[in-house]
């Protein structure tokens, strides 16, 4: 499970430089074992911006997909809008 770990460690961290340092958004974040990763993207995006967070997030979601159908007991994903 060390590996699993590494490998949503290391698409999640990327995901977050990818929007903190590609596309400048500032951005909320926080990490909790029990509540998983927290990140908001602050007020005044553009929805130019929006449209490329969107994409580096969703290359994310496909990642973690993936790992989650490789091994179902190890991550669940949950999604919630706000």
Request: charge should be negative; proline fraction near 2%; include cysteine.
């Amino acid at each position: 499970s060390d590996i699993v770990c590494s490998a949503i460690s290391a698409l999640t961290q990327t995901a977050v430089l990818g929007l903190q340092s590609i596309e400048h958004l500032p951005l909320g974040v926080s990490i909790d074992e029990e509540e998983g990763i927290h990140c908001v993207l602050g007020e005044g995006t553009t929805p130019t911006q929006l449209h490329d967070a969107q994409l580096i997030l969703r290359t994310m979601h496909l990642g973690l997909s993936s790992i989650q159908n490789a091994y179902e007991d190890t991550l669940n994903i949950t999604q919630r809008e706000v």
